[in-house]
């Protein structure tokens, strides 16, 4: 923890007070904000001394706008770092489309340390063909190529890496619990621990320069000791909640490790967070559990999608977490499963948030809001799931993202990316949220839309700088919420435009000068 006096700085009105942004000086002392306001002269050394100001480090803000730090509240952190060495799929229209991008990878020659080569960012659901391995068999051989779906919820592999990672030879992707287990140990695989250090630095540097202080990490695994391992290593590092899955969920009751309480060896920047729990699967994938059937499921095995787990092991996950002293972070996506995610919220008096919320049965609002359960919404989803929304569930397609009646109902909303779904930029989910489509294009369901205001405040987690709240600021070079009652489209750009000039984390300048 540091000390460091922020001074001529303007505070952005994230209340809507109406308060005049006249400059002030923010004071930190041992990480936290001790003072707010007129140019404080000293302070109260440990020793019950005064302290000069000159003994404290100051920042100069020269009139800069200052917000809390910003939080990501849903991210995979170290396939997020992974994701961008990895081969870019996100342009492939079709099988063949991307089947030609892998020609083109293996025909250079170059193979990252594990031998296997990873793509990412397919999105098959809109395509005429689905992917097969006979298809990626074809033209890859005996080189071990795993293909990663957008939303991360598929794999699509060749036979060299079904038998690498003891998959059975299936002629279909590998999707939900299946894929999981094998997505986590492509990080196992030898050779893959220079390159996932060096990816999980260089996304780490890249969120601080956005103005992230904190992540939600729900990476798979045991996180917690990816991040001790971090911290032990020196590097730049973030706040972070580490969540665990049921699989791994024993370790932490033995532990005694409880929602809030700190991981060991990580300085308190590092805490226990939820259980998470995957109790349906995707859009792209079309596994989101539904009411009713997909407007294409006639040609899916589960014309409505699927439940990952029934309402009683739902309901039991819930309660042992509750009784752990665990919040939960329950993944629901259809609105089927959203409606088995409150019932089970509402019968086990657990707390946490549901996330994702994709899609949303509007009778199921008045139950949530009665609950302490937030919505955790990543709104850079919609600009990448518009299309195949408006192809599966085009009868609907109005109660998906429904951020506006989320806040209209009292629901608590934070935001976030699930990084590598969507990139970790809290910036870009701000204007999501507000414009609700590409700055270019018309707002899709406008009346879902938040207000800049709204969206930045879903983004700091609950924070606001005054005394006694943690020493992290992001000083902007111009005032985000501006320019006041221009159209959402130039709002968006405002916020995708946003300027960050320095980030402090617990009192340290970990980004600027």
Known sequence: MHDLLLRDVRLVDLDGAGTQAEPVDVLVLDGVVAQVGPRPATREGRGGNDVPEHAIPVLEGAGRWAVPGLWDHHVHLQQWGLTRARLDLSAAGSVEDALETVRGALASGSLPPTGVLTGFGHRSATWAEQPTRAALDGVTGEVPVVLISADCH??????????????????????????????????????????????????????????????????????????????????????ARVGVYPEHLQHVLDAGARTGGPVAGTGGLVTMGPLKIISDGSLNTRTAWCHQPYADGHLLAHPRGAANHDAAQVRDLLATATGAGLEVALHA????????????????????????????????????????????????????????????????????????????????????????VAPLDPWLAMAAAVHRGPVEEDSWHPEQALTPREALAASVDGRRLC???????????????????????????????????????AGQLVHGR
């Open 333 to 420: 996506i259809g609105d089927a499963a959203v409606h088995q995610a409150l019932v089970a919220f509402a019968q086990t008096g657990a707390r946490g948030g549901i996330e994702h919320a994709q899609l949303v049965d509007p009778a199921d609002l008045p139950l949530w809001a009665g609950l302490p359960v937030r919505a955790s919404v990543q709104p850079a989803h919609l600009l990448d799931d518009r299309a195949v929304t408006e192809q599966c569930w085009p009868d609907r397609a109005d109660r998906t993202f429904t951020l506006r009646s989320f806040l209209d109902h009292g629901i608590e909303l934070v935001l976030g990316s699930d990084a590598p």
């Open 467 to 505: 005394p006694g709240a943690p020493g992290d600021v992001v000083l902007l070079d111009a005032d985000p919420l501006a320019p006041a009652g221009m159209p959402s489209r130039e709002q968006a750009r405002a916020l995708r435009s946003a300027s960050v000039s320095a980030t402090v984390l």
């Open 154 to 239: 598929h794999g699509w592999l060749n036979g060299a890496a079904l038998h690498r990672l003891g998959l059975p030879p299936g002629d279909g992707v590998v999707c939900e619990a299946e894929w999981f287990r094998a997505y986590d140990l492509l990080t196992d695989l030898p050779g893959s621990g220079t390159q996932t250090a060096a990816a999980v630095s260089a996304a780490v540097r890249d969120a601080l320069a956005r103005g992230v202080v904190g992540v939600t990490d729900l990476e798979f695994g045991r996180p917690w000791e990816l991040w001790r391992d971090r911290h032990e290593a020196g590097g730049q590092v973030l706040r």
